[in-house]
C-alpha cells in the first residue's frame, strides 16, 4: 500500500482525496457539500481575489454558523428550526473551517497553487478529520511530497495507533461508564464529597485520555502514510499554572487563537489591561468554539479568569503548584460536562458533604468499581509522568509489533463509545 | 526482507477482524455489546460500497466485526481469563463493558441505573373494583437480598432506595396486596441462581407459596426438596461468556390447591418458562401469561375474567417505569 505512493505525489493525493471523501461521506452522506463548497469557494477567491477579505471570511464560516450557532437566532424569533439543520451536524465542522481559515492566510499558498482538488484533500484528510489536531497546509505539503517509504515513520505509526486504541478502549471508555451515568441520565442526582470526586476525576482523565486518543490515532494513520502530524497533547495535567495548560493541551487550538485572535488583538504587548482584554476575547471565542451554551462559556469564564489572576498576581512567585492548578483544571471541566448551571453548582459544592448515606449516585457507581477501574486508576497516575510515549521502546518493532495486537484485543473486546470531540 | 514481514503482518492484522467475519463466521456469536440493527434488507457488502444506503453499510461492517471468528474466540479467552481470577480475588475482575457486575466468588448481579427515594405516591391508585383482584408482586433486585455474597464496597454502598420505595408504596394504601418477597428473603438462604439475575427454584417456589396464600386462603401451603436441578446461569454465559454447571435444590409445594384458581400473570423475565415451568405453574393455578406492555392496562375488560391478577416485576423497573401505569 505504502509503495504504491513511490509513483508520485499526485496519485497520493487523488488517492487520499476520494478515501478521505468516501469516509466522510459514509457517517454523513450529502453533508460532503459543506467541504466541497469551501474548497472550490477557497480557490475560486485565491484566483480571482475579488470578494473582500471579511466578506469571504464570513462565508467560509457560514456553515458553522448555521449548524451551530443559528439555533440561537431561531429561538430568539421563536422560529421553528429547519429540520436539515436540527437533525444534522456535519462532523469535524469547527476544525476544518478552522483549517481552511489557516489555510486561506498562508503565506506560500501563492507559491504552490493548489488546486481546488488538493484543497479538498487537505480539509477532508481523513486521520485527522474529525478531532483534529489542526493540521496547517505545510504539515500537509510536506507529507503529500514524502512518497517514499520511511521504515521510522511506518514503525512509529504502529506505536502511536496501539497507543491510542489503548487509550480509547481500555482506559476513556472505562472512566466513561461512571461519567455517562450523569451525562446520559436524566435524574436529579444528590451528591457526597465520594461521588462528586469520582465524577469530577473521572471525567478528567477520561476527557484527556479520550481526545489524546484520538490525536495518537491520527498522529499513527497519518505516519503510515508519511505525515507527521503536529503533536496535540504534551502532560497538560502537570501544569503549574493556566497558562502552562494551554501550551500543553490542544496545543493546535490554543496556536490557532494565538495566532488568529490573541496577537492579532495586541497580544501581550500592549497596555495590561488591553492585555486581559485580548486573553478574555480569546476565551470567550474559545468557548463559542466548543459550543454555544452557557455551559461552555461558564468554562471559558473560568479559564480567562485564573490566565487574567496569574498575570495579576505574577504566578511565578506566588502560584506557581501543580497540585494547585491540577484540581483547579479538574474542576473547571464541571461545567464543560454537567447538564446545567445548577448541576455544576450541585457538583462542585458536595465536594464540602460529607454525608454519603444521602448519595444517590455513589450506589451506581460502585457497580462500576472493578478490577479494570484500578488498572485505570494507575495509567491516570501514570500520565502525571509520562504521555504513555515509552520513546526507549518505540523503535523496536516487536514490542509495537505485540503493542498493537494487545490494542486489536482490546478493541475487539470493548463496547464502542464515540471520541468526546467529534461532536465539536 | 524483515521490514517486509513486519509490514504484511501488520496489514494482516488490521484487516483480519472484518475478513474473518466475512469469511469465517463465528458459529456462536456473542453480542454482549449491542444487537446490530437490521433494516430488512441482505446486501453483500461489494453491493454496499457504492449504495447511498450509508446505513444499511455501517450496519453490515458491525455484522461482520460482531461476527468474526476471531473476536468471539478473542472473547471468550479474555473471559476465561477475567473469570478464572474471579473466583479467588475479592474484586470484580470482569473486562468487558456490561450491564452486569460480580460480588464474591463471581455471583453476578444486574446493574441499577437510578436509586432514587420516593415518598410521594399520591398519584398511585387502583381502581377500587380491583383492589381485591389485583396482587403485585415486585421482585428485589438480587444484591438487596444477598448481601453475604457482595463485597465490602458494593455492601456498604448498596442502593437502599427500592427496599424505602416499596414501604412507602404499600403503607399508601392497605388495601392493595403485594406479596412482600423483602420479608420473605430475608434469612441466610440463597433465592437468586448464582451465575444470573433471576430467582432459583427456592425464590421461585417461596413466592409462588405467598401467592397461594393469598389467592387460597382456607388451605395451607408447605415447601419440600426434591432432588436437584441445574441452574440456568443463562446471564453469566451471555454477558459473562462463562458456562457454568451449578446445581441447586430443586422445592415443590404441597399439597395441590383444592380449587385452581384464574389467574392472570403479567409479568417479566422472572415469570418466563426457564426460570417458572409452566406445566408446574399449572399444577396450581389456571393461568395465562402477558408480558407488559403498553395496551394492557388501556382495556380494563381484560381483567374481568380472572380471580387475580398478579403484576410482577423487577422492583428497579417497576419504580423506574411501570409505576406509570397505575397513575392517574
Redesign the interface.
Known amino acids: 500500500?505504502?509503495n504504491f505512493f513511490n509513483i508520485n505525489k499526485k496519485i497520493k493525493t487523488i488517492f487520499l482525496g476520494l478515501v478521505s471523501g468516501y469516509f466522510y461521506?459514509?457517517?454523513n452522506?450529502y453533508l460532503i457539500a459543506i467541504l466541497i463548497f469551501l474548497s472550490i469557494l477557497m480557490k475560486y477567491q485565491i484566483k480571482n481575489n475579488n470578494i473582500n477579505n471579511f466578506i469571504f471570511i464570513t462565508l467560509l464560516l457560514s456553515p458553522l454558523f448555521i449548524f451551530k450557532y443559528s439555533f440561537i437566532l431561531f429561538d430568539l424569533f421563536e422560529i421553528e428550526i429547519p429540520s436539515i439543520i436540527e437533525n444534522n451536524f456535519p462532523i469535524g465542522l469547527s476544525f476544518f473551517t478552522f483549517q481552511a481559515i489557516a489555510y486561506y492566510f498562508d503565506k506560500n499558498r501563492e507559491k504552490n497553487r493548489e488546486s481546488s482538488f488538493e484543497i479538498f484533500t487537505f480539509l477532508t484528510f481523513f486521520p485527522q478529520l474529525l478531532a483534529g489536531p489542526i493540521v496547517d497546509i505545510s504539515t500537509y505539503r510536506k507529507g503529500i511530497r514524502n512518497i517514499n517509504f520511511n521504515?521510522e515513520y511506518?514503525s512509529n505509526g504502529?506505536y502511536r495507533l496501539a497507543i491510542g486504541l489503548i487509550k480509547k478502549f481500555l482506559i476513556a471508555?472505562?472512566l466513561s461508564?461512571i461519567t455517562s451515568?450523569y451525562i446520559n441520565?436524566n435524574?436529579?442526582f444528590t451528591f457526597s464529597f465520594l461521588s462528586s470526586f469520582l465524577l469530577i476525576f473521572s471525567y478528567t482523565f477520561q476527557i484527556y485520555f479520550d481526545f489524546s486518543a484520538y490525536c495518537d490515532i491520527a498522529i499513527g494513520i497519518g505516519l503510515l502514510f508519511g505525515f507527521k502530524l503536529p503533536e496535540n497533547f504534551n502532560k497538560p495535567y502537570i501544569s503549574n499554572s493556566f497558562q502552562e495548560f494551554w501550551r500543553r493541551w490542544h496545543i493546535t487550538l490554543s496556536s490557532f487563537f494565538k495566532n488568529f485572535v490573541y496577537i492579532p488583538l495586541g497580544g501581550n504587548r500592549t497596555t495590561k489591561l488591553k492585555n486581559f482584554r485580548n486573553l478574555w476575547i480569546t476565551f470567550f471565542l474559545t468557548a463559542l468554539w466548543h459550543g454555544a451554551t452557557l455551559n461552555f462559556i461558564v468554562w471559558g469564564f473560568v479559564h480567562g479568569f485564573f490566565l487574567t489572576f496569574e498575570k495579576i498576581i505574577g504566578y511565578k512567585k506566588y502560584f506557581s503548584n501543580r497540585y494547585i492548578t491540577f484540581l483547579l483544571i479538574s474542576f473547571s471541566w464541571v461545567p464543560f460536562f454537567s447538564n446545567s448551571f445548577e448541576d455544576t453548582i450541585n457538583i462542585i459544592s458536595s465536594i464540602f458533604v460529607l454525608n454519603?448515606y444521602e448519595d444517590?449516585f455513589?450506589?451506581?457507581v460502585?457497580?462500576?468499581?472493578?478490577?479494570?477501574f484500578?488498572i485505570v486508576l494507575i495509567f491516570c497516575l501514570l500520565s502525571f509522568v509520562t504521555s504513555l510515549n515509552l520513546i526507549q521502546l518505540k523503535k523496536n518493532?516487536y514490542f509495537n509489533?505485540a503493542l498493537?495486537?494487545i490494542a486489536?484485543?482490546i478493541v475487539?473486546?470493548?463496547?464502542?463509545d464515540p471520541f468526546i470531540y467529534f461532536k465539536f | 526482507m524483515l521490514k517486509k514481514i513486519y509490514l504484511s503482518a501488520t496489514i494482516f492484522l488490521l484487516s483480519s477482524v472484518t475478513f474473518s467475519g466475512i469469511y469465517f463466521p463465528a458459529k456462536n456469536s456473542y453480542s454482549y455489546i449491542n444487537s446490530v440493527k437490521s433494516i430488512g434488507e441482505n446486501r453483500d457488502l461489494t453491493d454496499l460500497i457504492f449504495s447511498t444506503n450509508r446505513e444499511e453499510l455501517k450496519n453490515k461492517i458491525d455484522t461482520y466485526i460482531f461476527e468474526s471468528a476471531l473476536r468471539n474466540s478473542t472473547l471468550k479467552v479474555i473471559a476465561n481469563l477475567s473469570w478464572s481470577t474471579q473466583t479467588k480475588l475479592p474484586i470484580d475482575t470482569q473486562i468487558f463493558n456490561t450491564e452486569i457486575y460480580y460480588g464474591k466468588s463471581g455471583s453476578l448481579f444486574s446493574k441499577f441505573n437510578s436509586c432514587i427515594d420516593i415518598s410521594n405516591f399520591n398519584n398511585f391508585s387502583i381502581n377500587s373494583k380491583f383492589k381485591n383482584k389485583f396482587i403485585f408482586m415486585l421482585v428485589p433486585l438480587k444484591q438487596e437480598v444477598s448481601g453475604s455474597e457482595l463485597t465490602f464496597l458494593q455492601n456498604k454502598f448498596g442502593c437502599k432506595a427500592y427496599k424505602y420505595n416499596f414501604n412507602e408504596l404499600r403503607s399508601k394504601d392497605e388495601e392493595i396486596q403485594f406479596i412482600n418477597l423483602y420479608s420473605l428473603y430475608d434469612n441466610e438462604f440463597k433465592y437468586f441462581e448464582f451465575g444470573d439475575t433471576h430467582w432459583n427454584s427456592l425464590g421461585f417456589n417461596t413466592a409462588l407459596i405467598e401467592l397461594l396464600n393469598i389467592t387460597n386462603s382456607t388451605q395451607s401451603f408447605t415447601l419440600s426438596t426434591d432432588g436437584t436441578y441445574k441452574e440456568n446461569n443463562k446471564v453469566l454465559k451471555r454477558l459473562g461468556l462463562i458456562d457454568l454447571d451449578t446445581y441447586s435444590n430443586e422445592y415443590k409445594i404441597s399439597p395441590k390447591p383444592d380449587i385452581k384458581k384464574k389467574l392472570l400473570i403479567i409479568h417479566d423475565s422472572f415469570f418466563n418458562e426457564e426460570y417458572s415451568p409452566n406445566n408446574y405453574l399449572s399444577e396450581y393455578f389456571k393461568v395465562d401469561l402477558i408480558r407488559w406492555g403498553n395496551e394492557l392496562l388501556s382495556s380494563e375488560s381484560i381483567y374481568e375474567d380472572y380471580d387475580f391478577v398478579v403484576f410482577e416485576s423487577s422492583i428497579d423497573i417497576f419504580f423506574d417505569e411501570r409505576i406509570l401505569f397505575f397513575e392517574d
Open positions: 500500500m505504502i461521506f459514509i457517517d452522506g521504515y511506518f504502529i471508555d472505562t461508564q451515568i441520565n435524574v436529579e454519603f444517590n455513589l450506589p451506581i460502585v457497580q462500576y468499581l472493578n478490577f479494570k484500578f518493532i509489533f498493537l495486537t486489536i484485543f475487539l473486546s470493548s463496547s464502542i
